[in-house]
């Protein structure tokens, strides 16, 4: 029996008011500036689109035995998520003189308000923002399920930001014939190689001593590593996340499709 209950009724202009809290209190911490001098070392950028999957809904479902504190920090670890995906659109806008950027975004979790308010930001919400990525796209996605992660980096974006990629494939054994949806597909296998042949991976700041591998880290043990993160973002960014951008050449040329 499902033991969850529908998500609170949250005005628009509360979320409107607390995303605006979360931002000011990411923009005064050293973790902002980390990713601000991260992505400006490389000196061009050519992006003139950004793809968040897997966001999840901003009033999420609540269990039985959830207070009001715990619901809180679920939501703020949502908006923090899209805090921080605004601010590396931000920065990647003015690091090309203010390049304008379409923003899209999907999750079947979308609930009729989430979809209202991230309109409010200039966000258009689409059926599936993966098939919206180009060569010239910065993909966002914050634990979304593997397999939509590899549908995304099929399509070679210059940014991808989300779990580890080398993670996804040591956890997802290639097969011919997939099983109860884990498996990875021959052709998902050779997506995600090549993409990691051509891509120089970075963690996010804060995230430099998180291991790599299938054995991760406990929540405890991540909290005394990283209180200042924990503090700021709660669960918002725990695990192997990380940046992919192309290895030295060319950039590709902007694609003008939606």
């Known amino acids: 029996?499902?033991?969850?209950?529908?998500?609170?009724?949250?005005?628009?202009?509360?979320?409107?008011?607390?995303?605006a809290v979360f931002k000011e209190e990411w923009l005064k911490s050293p973790f902002s500036n980390q990713l601000r001098g991260l992505l400006l070392v490389r000196s061009v950028w050519n992006i003139d689109r950004a793809v968040v999957v897997g966001l999840g809904n901003m009033t999420p479902l609540l269990d039985y035995d959830d207070d009001e504190n715990e619901y809180r920090r679920r939501r703020k670890q949502r908006l923090t998520q899209l805090t921080i995906f605004l601010d590396i659109v931000d920065i990647l806008s003015t690091a090309q003189g203010g390049r304008q950027?379409?923003?899209y975004a999907s999750d079947p979790a979308f609930e009729?308000?989430?979809?209202?308010?991230?309109?409010?930001?200039?966000?258009?919400?689409?059926?599936?923002?993966?098939?919206?990525?180009?060569?010239?796209?910065?993909?966002?996605?914050?634990?979304?399920?593997?397999?939509?992660?590899?549908?995304?980096i099929r399509h070679s974006p210059q940014l991808y930001l989300g779990v580890s990629i080398q993670l996804?494939?040591?956890?997802?054994?290639?097969?011919q014939e997939p099983q109860y949806g884990f498996d990875m597909t021959e052709e998902q296998a050779a997506t995600t190689e090549k993409f990691l042949q051509t891509r120089v991976m970075q963690s996010?700041?804060?995230?430099?001593?998180y291991p790599d591998s299938e054995e991760g880290m406990q929540w405890a043990e991540f909290k005394k590593l990283a209180p200042e993160l924990v503090a700021l973002t709660s669960q918002a960014l725990w695990g192997a996340f990380s940046f992919y951008w192309p290895k030295s050449g060319p950039l590709p040329p902007v694609t003008t499709e939606d």
């Open 1 to 19: 029996m499902d033991q969850r209950i529908a998500p609170k009724q949250v005005p628009l202009s509360t979320l409107l008011g607390e995303l």
């Open 101 to 103: 950027i379409k923003i």
């Open 168 to 175: 996804i494939m040591d956890l997802h054994e290639p097969r």
């Open 204 to 209: 996010f700041p804060g995230l430099e001593h």
């Open 112 to 152: 009729r308000i989430d979809k209202a308010f991230l309109k409010k930001l200039g966000i258009k919400v689409v059926k599936e923002a993966e098939e919206h990525v180009t060569s010239s796209t910065f993909v966002y996605s914050p634990f979304c399920p593997w397999y939509v992660g590899v549908a995304a």
